[in-house]
């Protein structure tokens, strides 16, 4: 059990460490979200930043779990 454990912790522990230079790839896509949101349903600034931030993270840990696990 601990031996399935400490693995888990190994590959959450890279993604991680991979997420920080995928944060460059996912910028954009947040940005743009970000925009459509502020374009289409008039949310405030406060909000779509919100949005650009978790959109960002959201997208950078996908993308280095993807390359990871792929």
Excluded: C, W
């Amino acid at each position: 059990m601990k031996r399935v454990t400490k693995i888990m912790f190994q590959d959450i522990v890279i993604i991680l460490v991979m997420s920080v230079p995928m944060l460059m790839f996912a910028v954009y896509p947040g940005l743009k979200l970000g925009d459509y949101f502020e374009e289409k349903h008039n949310v405030e600034e406060k909000q779509k930043r919100i949005v650009i931030i978790a959109t960002t993270v959201v997208f950078a840990v996908t993308l280095s779990s993807l390359l990871h696990f792929l």
